[in-house]
T-cell receptor, first 111, second 114 residues
């Protein structure tokens, strides 16, 4: 069974600070996705990374896929209250349609 | 709005009962996925259908079953319910059902088993 461990599990920081969330596995994934889920809603896809070492930027969010395709990170610069939510990483593997979700990081940005 | 519709939003029932959750995928999407989200287990993949056929199976209990109909909507049937089945159940859809496809999630059905 492939597992994706996210850290930290909970994070509460002041508006304007920077933060990094990690997603780690002992298994190799062909691609990794990051989702954000808000209360009462389903997860919404933020980004997909497919190449080892790949870095993608989405405004203040920077996503990185590890060289060995076993880990990923999400860095948020100058956090805003609208960034509050549950962040989930999810991995897929070649020829396998199912997504394996990480354990989640619950982020709270304090105004 | 993701375009994926799940009904009902909330469901309260008793142990031993049976319930049916319904999902209408985004227009044009052929594949439907079901997930269970609980506090201690996170988001777990249950089962996937593509154009009416089962394509992949995850951690789905034998008491649970699903199907996808010719109009592509899907139903998840949960029977002999136990307290531990209380969770959020999400449906997602994608165009081709491949691993790299974007999955669009509905808002979920919150099931409470009392």
């Amino acid at each position: 069974t492939q597992l994706l461990e996210q850290s930290p599990q909970f994070l509460s920081i002041q508006e304007g600070e920077n933060l990094t969330v990690y997603c780690n596995s002992s298994s190799v994934f062909s691609s990794l996705q990051w989702y954000r889920q808000e209360p009462g809603e389903g997860p919404v896809l933020l980004v997909t990374v497919v190449t080892g070492g790949e870095v993608k930027k989405l405004k203040r969010l920077t996503f990185q896929f590890g060289d060995a395709r076993k880990d990923s990170s999400l860095h948020i610069t100058a956090a805003q209250t609208g960034d509050t939510g549950l962040y989930l990483c999810a991995g897929t593997n070649f020829g396998n349609e199912k997504l394996t979700f990480g354990t989640g990081t619950r982020l709270t940005i304090i105004p | 709005d993701s375009g994926v519709t799940q009904t009902p939003k909330h469901l309260i029932t008793a142990t031993g009962q049976r319930v049916t959750l319904r999902c209408s995928p985004r227009s044009g999407d052929l594949s439907v996925y079901w997930y269970q989200q609980s506090l201690d287990q996170g988001l777990q993949f249950l089962i996937q259908y593509y154009n009416g056929e089962e394509r992949a199976k995850g951690n789905i209990l034998e008491r649970f079953s699903a199907q996808q109909f010719p109009d592509l909507h899907s139903e998840l049937n949960l029977s002999s319910l136990e307290l531990g089945d209380s969770a959020l159940y999400f449906c997602a859809s994608s165009v081709w059902g491949r691993g790299e496809d974007i999955q669009y999630f509905g808002a979920g059905t919150r099931l409470s088993v009392l």
